[in-house]
């Protein structure tokens, strides 16, 4: 199993030299993998919140980063234009030299879709219609396509992406699972619907093995990552999205990796959460980092 670690979204307003120095130390301590939430805009009780939008700094954490995965966590397909989101995976990913994996979902913040002019109704509809085109794209280089809420015709992807490009899926919904359990790679489920334990985790992975094999295809060809909350001295609450009562995991190093390593028997990949997140919390985590891809 491999570990990875998402950097700050709205925790506080974190600016780039920090967010540099935090992805080259965890790049520097072992992690696999770098994420980043794909958020625009939060209602919280103090005020509005936001981050930096996501995918510009990916193209900056691909350009200072040599070996670590990067990617979105998720990325909703209807904040940008399919065939544009396409073109920009593929130019990250070439930043990066090949190390993008591809987080999509249909996202769930109505607020954010209305505040920046996005349709928030029938998302998954939408979903299928922006991942066709997403797939064409990255796949075969070009699509024709015209739908019922979105066209691209006779799009043409130049220069083209990395046709082996990974694609996430961050869902655990029947019909979204059922839309993309052909294409996907990798798949991605938040430590909230599983209250952070691994006794809750089960169901959702048959249901993920279920749509897969319904597609014709077998469980093992997909990676399985999981989100978890670790929580560090000085913690003071998950701060990003929607709040919940599930406690974060907590202990020693030893202790939080023999935690994390419980879930090795059912995730590839698991993408941690970090409160708080800070340059100190990332070197706090080395010996974690270490055990856990020791197994």
């Known amino acids: 199993m491999q570990l990875g670690i998402q950097l700050p979204e709205i925790e506080r307003i974190v600016h780039w030299p920090e967010y540099r120095a935090m992805a080259e130390l965890a790049e520097q301590v072992g992690f696999a993998s770098i994420w980043l939430g794909d958020h625009l805009l939060y209602d919280k009780p103090e005020g509005p919140e936001g981050p930096w939008e996501c995918w510009t700094l990916l193209g900056a954490i691909a350009a200072v980063t040599e070996r670590v995965l990067i990617g979105p966590l998720v990325s909703p397909t209807g904040f940008r234009g399919a065939a544009l989101l396409a073109k920009m995976a593929g130019t990250v990913d070439e930043i990066s030299n090949g190390r ?46 015209e739908g019922e809420y979105h066209a691209a015709p006779e799009t043409v992807l130049v220069p083209p992406a990395r046709p082996d490009l990974p694609i996430m899926i961050g869902s655990t919904g029947p019909r979204m699972l059922s839309l993309t359990a052909t294409h996907m790679d990798w ?75 419980a879930f090795s028997s059912m995730v590839d990949h698991v993408q941690i959460v970090v409160d708080p997140i800070t340059v100190e919390s990332i070197e706090q985590l080395a010996p974690v980092v270490a055990k856990v891809h020791a197994g």
Not at 110 to 125: I, L, M, N, Q, T
């Open 100 to 145: 993008l994996v591809l987080g999509l979902g249909s996202g769930w913040n109505e607020r954010e879709f209305s505040a920046f002019g996005f349709p928030f109704d029938h998302r998954v509809s939408r979903f299928a219609e922006e991942f066709e085109i997403i797939t064409g794209l990255i796949r075969h280089g070009r699509v024709d396509f």
């Open 187 to 261: 798949w991605n489920e938040w430590w909230s619907r599983f209250d952070n334990s691994p006794e809750l985790l089960p169901p959702y992975i048959e249901r993920l093995d279920s749509a897969l094999r319904a597609a014709g295809r077998e469980p093992d060809e997909v990676v399985r990552s999981v989100a978890l909350l670790v929580g560090l001295e000085g913690a003071t609450g998950r701060l990003m999205g929607a709040e919940t009562d599930s406690p974060p995991i907590v202990g020693t190093a030893d202790e939080i990796a023999d935690q994390i390593l």
